[in-house]
Nanobody
Framework: VQLQASGGGLVQPGDSLRLSCAASGRTSATAWFRQAPGKERQFVAA????????YYLYSVKGRFTISRDNTNNAVYLQMNSLKPEDTAVYYCAASPSTPITSAVRNPQMYPYWGQGTLVTVSS
């Protein structure tokens, strides 16, 4: 499965962006991770196909929404009320199997990764 992420850009604090991740095939779970300069990759959000369950990093809960379009195997990350600390390269990742709840935040559970898309939040 190949993943193609898009939608990043330069926005001001408080603005919104929607990231898209197009998959070449069906996947059972999809997640978004991000990596800020000089920091480790961080889990942002995940969605399990079988249950439509969603999971979020605490600091983005209520601002970010992960969703899926099954007709075209796409997953989206709607990001509202963006803050400068959201600045990072965002990566989508996917798994052919459904990770257990305790593992959805583990990047090792996702064998498929897209290229990153840069999100910069700055005034």
């Amino acid at each position: 499965v190949q993943l193609q992420a898009s939608g990043g850009g330069l926005v001001q604090p408080g603005d919104s962006l929607r990231l898209s991740c197009a998959a070449s095939g069906r996947t059972s779970a999809t997640a978004w991770f991000r990596q800020a300069p000089g920091k480790e990759r961080q889990f942002v959000a995940a969605l399990r196909r079988s249950t439509s369950s969603t999971y979020y990093l605490y600091s983005v809960k209520g601002r970010f929404t992960i969703s899926r379009d099954n007709t075209n195997n796409a997953v989206y990350l709607q990001m509202n009320s963006l803050k400068p600390e959201d600045t990072a390269v965002y990566y989508c990742a996917a798994s052919p199997s459904t990770p257990i709840t305790s593992a959805v935040r583990n990047p090792q559970m996702y064998p498929y990764w897209g290229q990153g898309t840069l999100v910069t939040v700055s005034s």
